[in-house]
């Protein structure tokens, strides 16, 4: 047995050998951070906004960052429309895209409350803040997206989520907020006072109004034990729902064109925190990268070398502070569709996902992601009234998507699933109102909140079909 880091680096070299290029030694052992944010002036030198993976930019008219709600108020009633907020800029759909206002939080941050265990945490922290903040008085989130960059308005406004079956996505956990509307409002509601706004308003793509604090419940700050093993994808499939009901997190990666999966599991312990070593999930990408470079033309060949290469590698694990484990660096840029599939269909699409990439496009190298959320009650919620199970299908930022729509999207939405809001899709307003009970409430309500439409962008408009 040889860890998963010398399987990658004796990887990487390995598949240079067999297929008698260097191109794959570069594979190092390093951290790397998130890549630097694309760039935000064009060609022109005319200053845009743009999202993480680069894929959605626009030239809004005025980007404005207020301090409080009354500076907030006062621009929501008469900045240029449409007036869009936008936290890290880390959704893949237009949601944020505007000619008009851009608006920031950057300026709202930090935890302003407590009450008892719950924290009033200003909607443009950063989750990445959150942690050591909490953590400060013993508290924590408790769970965690696999990264950390995200703002909590931008989190919630998208339905964010981590993995584990008891543990309810971000939003989830709010008992409490407050929301600025387009004709400047500034509404407090909760289960008790307006509670009807308060499950709208929990996720509601900034369609609604921008939320500027929402009260959270936090859980102890213990620490977890990680652990990440690979076997064959068969076995991860027969084991996963077992794993679901035994771990505290748990979710699995399956590596098409590999026959592997790489299983993570989080659990709570009380042993000592280690030193980590660095990650290795650019490494692995890097194998996978190559052997999709030098091996695509038979899949055969490239199962083979997969499984000589990574099927061995033994079991990683690290003991840390749960806010510091379960988030992680994503250095590769992407583009993703994911969707949110009743849990017992979740793993039959899965399987027809890897299928129809193995059988179709022999470019896909990244792994699939697959998790379980717990259900919430907030009206868009894709978790709403049910469990769910995610499967995640990502390209590279460089190479073509369009096969999430024709080969992948079709498989989701047979088994009845719901899309991430951040990430790609083609659903509008009859396709949503047919998955959401509660979908032309929410428009009714969005009707009264912002009358005159200040805050629909065209991305929105197409989402809600309105002309
Ligand atoms: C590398 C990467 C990893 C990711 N991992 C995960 C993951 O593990 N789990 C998961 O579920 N998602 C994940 N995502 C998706 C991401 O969590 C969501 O797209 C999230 O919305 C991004 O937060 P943000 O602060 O960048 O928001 P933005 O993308 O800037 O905004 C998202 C939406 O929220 C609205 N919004 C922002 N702030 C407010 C506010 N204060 N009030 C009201 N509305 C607001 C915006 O108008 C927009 O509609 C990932 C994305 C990337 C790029």
């Known amino acids: 047995m040889i860890s998963r880091r010398k399987a990658l680096i004796a990887g990487g070299a390995g598949v ?76 893949f759909t237009g949601l944020c895209a505007t000619a008009g206002t851009l608006v920031s939080l950057d300026a709202m941050s930090g935890i302003v409350g407590w009450d008892g265990d719950e924290a009033t945490v200003l909607a443009g922290t950063r989750l990445g803040a959150l942690g050591p903040a909490l953590a400060a008085k013993g508290r924590a989130m408790a769970n965690l997206p696999d990264i950390n960059k995200q703002s909590l308005g931008g989190a919630l406004g998208t339905a964010t989520h981590g993995t584990g079956t008891t543990l309810k996505a971000i939003h989830g956990d709010v008992t409490a907020l407050t929301l600025v509307t387009a004709t400047g409002q500034v509404i407090d509601c909760d289960g008790d006072k307006r509670p009807e706004l308060f499950d709208a308003a929990r996720v509601s793509l900034g369609a609604l109004g921008v939320i500027t604090r929402a009260r959270l419940t936090t859980t102890a700050n213990r620490r977890l034990r990680r652990r990440v093993w690979i076997e064959p994808f068969e076995e991860a499939l027969d084991k996963a729902e077992a794993r679901w009901k035994t771990h505290r997190n748990f979710e699995f990666y399956a590596v098409p064109f590999t026959g592997l999966a790489a299983n993570i599991s989080h659990d709570e312990t009380d042993e000592p925190a280690g030193v980590r070593p660095p990650s290795q999930d650019d490494a692995f990408l890097d194998v996978l990268k190559t052997l999709r470079n030098l091996l695509g033309f038979s899949v055969g060949m490239r199962k083979a070398a997969a499984r000589a290469l990574l099927g061995g590698a033994e079991e990683e694990t690290a003991v840390d502070e749960g806010w510091k484990l379960l988030s992680t660096e994503r250095p590769v840029r992407f583009n993703e569709m994911e969707y949110h599939l009743p849990a017992e269909t979740q793993l039959q699409a899965l399987k027809e996902v890897v299928a129809v990439i193995e059988q ?57 699933g719901r899309p991430h809001w951040g990430k790609l899709h083609s659903l509008n307003g009859p396709d949503l109102a047919a998955l959401y009970p509660r979908w032309n409430d929410f428009l009714a309500l969005r009707r009264e909140l912002d009358p005159e439409g200040r805050l629909l962008n065209p991305y929105l408009k197409t989402l809600f079909s309105i002309a």
């Open 16 to 91: 240079a050998v067999v297929a008698g290029s260097a191109t794959a030694i570069g594979v190092a052992n390093r951290e790397k951070p998130e890549p630097p944010s694309p760039p935000s002036s064009d060609g022109k030198g005319h200053t845009l906004w743009r999202n993480w993976s680069g894929i959605q930019h626009s030239y809004p008219v005025l980007r404005a960052a207020p301090k409080d709600e009354g500076e907030l108020a006062a621009l929501m009633t008469a900045a240029p429309a449409p007036v869009r907020v936008t936290g890290a800029g880390h959704s």
């Open 360 to 416: 179709k496009r022999p470019d896909v190298f990244f792994p699939i992601e697959v998790r379980r959320i717990a259900p919430d009650d907030a009206w868009l919620s894709p978790f709403q009234g049910e469990p769910r199970g995610s499967v995640a299908v990502h390209a590279w930022y460089k190479d073509d998507h369009a096969f999430f729509y024709e080969l992948i999207e079709p498989i989701f939405r047979r088994h009845g």
